[in-house]
C-alpha cells in the first residue's frame, strides 16, 4: 500500500461526458502528480500541484483540468470525453516540489468511454 | 526533459542476479536518477533512486556511471514477483518523472 488513495477505480462513461478523479495524497506530501497511461503511449505526464498550486504542466488537454485543494488532496477533471481519453490514470504523490525525493503512485482510475 | 533509452525486455532466471541497463545522457548534472517498477494493472511502485554514487536499499541496488550518461539497477536475487516493467526516468525539467518505454523483465523458475 503506497498510501495514495484514488478513487473511483473503475469509472464506465459516454463520449461527450464529463467526469471527476479524486486523489489523497500520502500524509504529509505536498506534491501531487497526474499521468494517463493508455497501451499505445505509455506513462504521459499531465499535470503537477506543490502545496495548492500549479508547478508544471505536461501534456494535458484544455479540456482537461485539475487543482489541489487546501487538505492537498487534489481532482482531474476530464471533460466532452472522446474514446481515445479511455486509459488508466494515475496519481503520485511526494515530499517536496523537486524530484529529490521518491514518488508513490495510486492504484489508479480505469476509465472507459463508450 | 532527460531522454533514456532502456532494452525493450529482459529475462532472467529465479534466484540469479540481474542487471538492467539504461542510458539517460540527456540528464542534467542536477537531476537525480529515478527506478519504478509496475506490475499489470497497478500503479508503478518505486525501487531507488540516486544522483552521483551508487546506492543500495531493500529491494535493489543502483550503479551510476561516473559521468552519469548511463545507470544499471541491479536486482540480487531474482523471484518471480519481480517480473514487472522496470522504468529508468530521470527528472523532467520542471521537477516532474518523464517516463520512457521501460524493460520488461520476465522471471524463469
Known amino acids: 500500500d503506497s498510501g495514495v488513495t484514488q478513487t473511483p477505480k473503475h469509472l464506465i462513461t459516454a463520449t461527450g461526458q464529463r467526469v471527476t478523479l479524486r486523489c489523497s495524497p500520502r500524509?504529509?506530501?505536498?506534491?501531487v502528480y497526474w499521468y494517463q497511461q493508455s497501451l499505445d503511449q505509455g506513462l504521459q505526464f499531465l499535470i503537477q500541484?506543490?502545496?495548492?498550486?500549479?508547478?508544471a504542466k505536461g501534456n494535458i488537454l484544455e479540456r482537461f483540468s485539475a487543482q489541489q485543494f487546501p487538505d492537498l488532496h487534489s481532482e482531474l477533471n476530464l471533460s466532452s470525453l472522446e474514446l481515445g481519453d479511455s486509459a488508466l490514470y494515475f496519481c503520485?504523490?511526494?515530499?517536496?516540489?523537486?524530484?529529490?525525493?521518491?514518488?508513490?503512485f495510486g492504484q489508479g482510475t480505469r476509465l472507459t468511454v463508450v | 526533459d532527460a531522454k533514456t533509452t532502456q532494452p525493450n525486455s529482459m529475462e532472467s532466471n529465479e534466484e540469479e542476479p540481474v542487471h538492467l541497463p539504461c542510458n539517460h545522457s540527456?540528464?542534467?548534472?542536477?537531476?537525480?536518477i529515478h527506478w519504478y517498477r509496475q506490475l499489470p494493472s497497478q500503479g508503478p511502485e518505486y525501487v531507488i533512486h540516486?544522483?552521483?554514487s551508487n546506492v543500495n536499499n531493500r529491494m535493489a541496488s543502483l550503479a551510476i556511471a561516473e559521468d552519469r550518461k548511463s545507470s544499471t539497477l541491479i536486482l540480487h536475487r531474482a523471484t518471480l514477483r519481480d517480473a514487472a516493467v522496470y522504468y529508468c526516468?530521470?527528472?523532467?525539467?520542471?521537477?516532474?518523472?518523464?517516463f520512457g518505454k521501460g524493460t520488461k523483465l520476465s522471471v524463469k523458475p
Open positions: 503520485a504523490s511526494s515530499a517536496r516540489g523537486n524530484m529529490n525525493t521518491e514518488a508513490f
Open positions: 500524509s504529509g506530501d505536498l506534491s
Open positions: 500541484y506543490y502545496n495548492g498550486e500549479e508547478r
Open positions: 540527456t540528464i542534467s548534472g542536477t537531476d537525480y
Open positions: 540516486g544522483l552521483t
Open positions: 526516468t530521470g527528472g523532467g525539467s520542471q521537477g516532474n518523472l518523464i
